[in-house]
């Protein structure tokens, strides 16, 4: 699927996606793990917030939302109205360089081909301000496929394993990585790592 599929494709399951979230997951603890370590006044950008409800309705007042699909925003702007929502591609984020406290990425940056993925961790250590925190979940295996079906729908897929992806952090720039698994919104265990963007 080329990124016009990626990005109809989460247009058409935005609402089934939202619907099939459990609120108890408990990856939600993370969130308040990455707040205790910003700032009050901190900015965050959640990339792939999708409807919001999840990740960025738990980031500080006046959070930035990122995602490719226009229904996912207009879902987000119902349900997180104080937040500020781009529509746009996480390799291309329209932020200026250091101007970010912390990016959340849940589930979203294996929707992207694996080939790109450094791509995307060098933009997410440009927009971060030196010391900025970064929480992702962290793919398991390597994979790239188009699930068909998949909330009603078909998905891309893909990811380059787990250890190619802790090396790709730390070539972007990212240092102090620990990771954690946790139960995830759709009811597994998913693995998460935070990490520290060495510069701006």
Not at 14 to 30: F, H, I, V
Not at 111 to 129: D, K, N
Not at 137 to 162: H, K, Q, Y
């Amino acid at each position: 699927m080329d990124r016009t599929e990626i990005r109809r494709a989460w247009d058409a399951v935005a609402e089934t996606y939202a619907r099939s979230r459990d609120p108890t997951g408990s990856d939600a603890d993370l969130l308040r793990t990455l707040r205790g370590d910003l700032p009050p006044d901190a900015t965050v950008l959640d990339v792939g917030c999708g409807d919001g409800a999840r990740t960025l309705a738990n980031l500080p007042a006046g959070s930035i939302g990122l995602d490719v699909s226009r229904r996912g925003l207009e879902l987000a702007a119902g349900n997180v109205p104080d937040a500020h929502l781009l529509q746009a591609e996480m390799h291309d984020v329209p932020l200026r360089a250091d101007s970010v406290d912390a990016v959340t990425a849940y589930h979203a940056v294996f929707h992207v081909p694996r080939g790109e993925h450094p791509a995307v961790y060098r933009e997410f250590t440009r927009v971060l301000r030196p010391g900025g925190r970064l929480l992702l979940t962290l793919p398991g295996g390597r994979f790239e496929t188009v699930r068909e079906g998949w909330m009603g729908g078909r998905m891309f897929f893909s990811a380059p394993g787990r250890e190619t992806t802790l090396s790709q952090l730390r070539d972007a720039g990212f240092t102090d990585l620990r990771t954690e698994t946790v139960n995830d919104p759709l009811g597994s265990s998913a693995e998460f790592v935070f990490a520290t963007a060495s510069g701006g």
